[in-house]
């Protein structure tokens, strides 16, 4: 196991931790068409190691409660607490990474210097940060491109570096909002791959946002389907699905299964608008 | 068969180069030449004529006062035997390009080299010579555009992080633009010699006022330039203001800045140009000035042309500049 996950590994994973804990949370946007409920009464919580992903149409607030959960967004009632705390301080505390749609690598910093970023603005020193970036650089896989620039590499291997640079500052947490979105099918399916392997050698806790149903379930041990105006959670599953899992269960009954079960909570979420 | 066609390739290669790159450029050139040579001829006209009846020669029509009412054309057409004279005649309106051409290298090599102010007797540029002139333009013009720059890319600054001189200051730059700066020079000199500043530092005032304006408005935009989930990004940080200025707002202004100096450069030259009108010691501006009190037009081309080369000059050492700045920050080749 790499040293940069001690205090994660650390921990016993028999007895459930909550992470995220949302207690009727309800954000709601004042524009000039009126009041818009990008999240109402969403209850939900977190355990420490699972993976959860959030499925639903656009509008149904799925990105919205992953940035509340990083203090990117103020909810406007309810309660939410991140490791204990009130999301800002959490933030503070780097309780999570966060991993963007797009990688927004810095073109003027080579890979390695993007990793060294969020390292340098909380102040690590310059041995540690030299460590660091080796170590994830390693669990990326992208070792031999540290001097490369951004440009130089596939949109594939940018969001592993981006993935890289969440991680570099062993954050528990993972927020991830559609990080394979704009990637093709072929080269989704290889990071989904590997991101699971990275979540098992790291036990993180990963919020993962997405519109793709086969994405969801070969990923997550809880599925979130939310659906839009207001945005609020329709079904929460919890996927059968061994944590140890290979590209091929997509094939096996049970995951379709689940993933019918997705399916028809996202059209009762749609009602009559479908 | 096949190392014939290389060979035609090789040779192509080194044509093709002559055809793309030199050969519009000399069509240019010489096209503008052409455009010259012609409208020297009917700018000159009168004054050759009247050089001509002095020395004796028929001209057409023989009276002055006929003269004067002509037009160009009609007089050119009458006379075209003295179409020859009207390129090399002392006095012209228009001088033709190898007249210009002779007093630039009269001025530099000629004066510096044999004259007796020139550097090679007396150990210093000569005050005739537009080395000497463009040096003095050239300080003015440097020291000028450092100030605007600087002050350009701290109203950016200021702009970009405070709501009041977002509101306040923008306005008042670009008014600051909108007044000739022909008109203002002369109070600027006057203004600034009251409190005891005058010389180069006036001129370079000028230069700054005029230099300021496009760097404030490219780095405000550079600035500016991060998207929102850039923003967002430094935010799950915690990132500070100083850290996200230094680490992302500055290096994301980067290219916006070169753009921006490219122009300030140029503004710059300009007002130094403008700030040596007014006060006649020394400087480009100061010898385009005096050579149109005594029409001595070959002198304010010779100076108008030392200007555009030390322009494009400025311009290229900027470019450069900007092009080994962003190969150094990873930029795509």
């Not at chain 1, 050698?201 to 809880?222: C, G, M, N, W």
């Not at chain 2, 793309?20 to 050139?29: F, N, S």
């Not at chain 2, 500016?224 to 230094?246: C, E, G, H, I």
């Amino acid at each position: 196991m790499d040293g940069n996950n001690v205090p994660s590994s650390s921990t016993d994973h028999s007895v459930q931790t909550p992470v995220i804990i949302a207690e009727n949370l309800s954000l709601t946007f004042q524009t000039g068409d009126g009041p818009v409920h990008a999240l109402k009464d969403v209850n939900l919580t977190v355990d420490k190691g699972d993976f959860v992903s959030f499925i639903g149409p656009s509008g149904c607030g799925k990105t919205t409660f992953l940035r509340t959960i990083a203090a990117l967004e103020a909810p406007t009632d309810g309660v939410l607490t991140v490791n204990g705390m009130v999301p800002d301080e959490a933030r503070k505390a780097r309780a999570y990474g966060y991993v963007f749609q797009a990688a927004g690598l810095y073109p003027w910093r080579t890979i390695e210097g993007n990793i060294r970023l969020p390292l340098e603005i909380m102040g690590f020193s310059r041995a540690d940060i030299e460590n660091r970036v080796r170590n994830v650089l390693e669990l990326v896989e992208l070792a031999g491109f540290k001097k490369k620039y951004p440009w130089q590499l596939s949109g594939g291997m940018q969001q592993r570096a981006s993935i890289a640079r969440a991680l570099a500052f062993d954050a528990d947490l993972l927020l991830m909002d559609e990080p394979f979105g704009a990637l093709d099918e072929i080269v989704r399916d290889r990071l989904n791959e590997e991101l699971l392997s990275l979540w098992a050698r790291t036990q993180k806790t990963i919020a993962f946002v997405t519109h793709s149903i086969p994405e969801a379930v070969y990923l997550s041990t809880k599925i979130v389907v939310m659906s839009p105006r207001p945005g609020r959670i329709t079904d929460v599953i919890e996927s059968p699905l061994p944590k140890d899992r290979g590209l091929d269960i997509r094939d096996t009954p049970e995951f379709i299964a689940i993933a019918h079960r997705v399916r028809e909570g996202l059209r009762a979420g749609h009602g009559d608008e479908v | 068969m096949s190392g014939r066609m290389m060979q035609n390739s090789a040779i192509g290669r080194g044509g093709r180069w002559f055809r793309k790159a030199v050969m519009p450029v000399l069509a240019v050139i010489a096209t503008l030449l052409a455009i010259w040579y012609v409208a020297v001829v009917p700018m000159n006209i009168k004054e050759v004529l009247t050089q001509a009846e002095r020395e004796g020669a028929v001209i057409v029509p023989p009276s002055a006062a006929e003269r004067r009412d002509a037009g160009r054309w009609g007089l050119v057409f009458a006379n075209l035997d003295l179409i020859g004279p009207s390129w090399s005649t002392e006095r012209a309106r228009l001088p033709a390009p190898h007249q210009v051409a002779g007093e630039l290298w009269k001025s530099t090599w000629v004066e510096e080299t044999t004259g007796r102010r020139g550097i090679v007797q007396s150990g210093s540029f000569s005050n005739r010579s537009l080395i000497y002139h463009g040096g003095v333009t050239l300080t003015a013009t440097v020291l000028g555009f450092v100030i605007g720059s600087v002050l350009g890319i701290l109203l950016a600054v200021g702009i970009v992080y405070n709501r009041a001189m977002d509101l306040s200051v923008m306005p008042w730059a670009i008014i600051s633009q909108t007044i000739p700066i022909v008109a203002l020079a002369p109070m600027i000199i006057v203004v600034l010699y009251s409190v005891g500043l005058s010389g180069l530092v006036a001129k370079a005032a000028i230069s700054a006022y005029l230099s300021f304006f496009p760097v404030a408005v490219g780095m405000v935009k550079g600035l500016r330039s991060p998207d929102a989930m850039q923003m967002d990004l430094l935010q799950t940080y915690s990132a500070n203001k100083s850290q996200s200025f230094w680490k992302l707002r500055l290096p994301a202004s980067v290219p916006y800045l070169f753009a921006s100096l490219k122009i300030a450069i140029a503004a710059s030259l300009v007002g130094a140009i403008v700030g040596e009108l007014p006060v006649q010691r020394g400087g480009l501006g100061a010898r385009m000035l005096g050579g149109s009190y005594y029409g001595q037009t070959e002198q304010i081309w010779a100076a108008l042309f030392m200007a555009a080369v030390m322009a494009a000059g400025l311009v290229w050492l900027v470019g450069w500049i900007e092009r080994r700045t962003l190969r150094a920050m990873g930029a795509q080749p």
